[in-house]
């Protein structure tokens, strides 16, 4: 029952990206970002001192990494969700772990060519997989580069990316023993002075219409349910379970994209968002039973 909190984070996260949709025209991406990095980092804060974990670092530029690949992708996911239909933006940034993948089948290919030995052996399934899932990253591209859109479809892209490069940071700040919550915490500062930097320096918008715009406070609150919940899913719920459904996300934005934004969606698209899916829950249970071979 614990993974179940996954499902409610997920669904929280894909309505925090509806009232980013909902935002008045006026407000731009400064504002937002800025208004959900505030409430972001409170949560974050509040978590990591509740935790009573220390908050000094002995890897300061690894967390500097992370931090940086994370805000970057988190802001691009901003950007992209406001110029292409929910459910294209959204499955495009859910491909990030097509890109672990991929990063780290490159690295177990070349271990292997070198004869080097690592703890993960190159696996053909995981590149099958791998290979999979961007058919549908490209089935999923193809309506978007017939009109002005193919540029932000590229940006979501790079926002999967940057978070598939923040997901290796945190895995490796992991087997360092960093503790989650200092992590998340480094992330919630990051986020807070770049978005304050950004707000700052593009944004004439003043704090007192920031904080009485229904949509902003929205996706404000909608961010800080939605840390708690994954919060709660992931520490407590089964890694697999949680990992496949957190591919719920590409139900809930198709759902909101067909029915509150009439958002226009081929079935070649459609095929490309369940390629993507199929890909990435084979991808982790191939991961998942190389882990207990090793062990």
């Known amino acids: 029952m614990q993974s179940l909190w996954i499902l409610a984070g997920t669904f929280l996260t894909v309505l925090t990206y509806v009232f980013v ?20 980092a409170l949560v974050l804060y509040g978590l990591a001192r509740t935790s009573g974990v220390a908050l000094r670092t002995r890897v300061p530029r690894l967390h500097l990494l992370r931090t940086g690949a994370g805000v970057t992708a988190l802001l691009l996911n901003i950007v992209t969700v406001q110029a292409l239909p929910i459910a294209t933006s959204q499955t495009l940034f859910a491909a990030s772990p097509l890109f672990v993948a991929a990063l780290v ?7 292997a060519r070198s004869g080097a030995k690592s703890g993960e052996a190159f696996d ?21 580069f017939h009109d002005e859109d193919g540029f932000f479809a590229l940006l979501a892209l790079a926002a999967a990316l940057c978070a598939a490069v923040s997901g290796l940071a ?10 989650v919550f200092r992590t998340a915490f480094y992330f ?12 700052w320096a593009t944004s004439e918008t003043s704090v007192e219409t920031l904080a009485t715009t229904p ?7 909608c961010t800080v349910c939605s ?17 496949n459904l957190q591919f719920s996300g590409i139900l809930f934005s198709t759902l909101f994209g067909l029915f509150l934004f009439k958002d226009d969606i081929g079935p070649g698209a459609f095929l490309g968002m369940a390629l993507i899916v199929l890909s990435e829950v084979a991808a982790g249970c191939v991961q998942m039973q190389n882990a207990r071979k090793r062990t």
């Not at 006026?26 to 990095?37: K, N, Q, Y």
């Not at 945190?170 to 503790?179: A, S, V």
């Open 21 to 40: 949709k909902l935002t008045p025209s006026e407000l731009g991406v400064a504002d937002i970002f800025f208004v959900r990095s505030v409430f972001l």
């Open 105 to 111: 089948a490159v690295r177990q290919y070349a271990g």
């Open 124 to 144: 053909r399934r995981s590149l099958a997989a791998i290979l999979l899932g961007f058919l549908g990253v490209y089935l999923t591209l193809c309506p978007t």
């Open 170 to 179: 945190l895995r490796r700040l992991g087997g360092m023993g960093e503790p």
């Open 188 to 199: 919630g500062c990051g986020s807070l002075a770049t978005a304050t930097l950004l707000w």
């Open 215 to 221: 949509e902003l406070v929205a996706v404000g609150l």
């Open 227 to 243: 840390q708690l919940a994954q919060t709660q899913g992931w520490s407590r719920g089964r890694p697999l379970l949680c990992a």
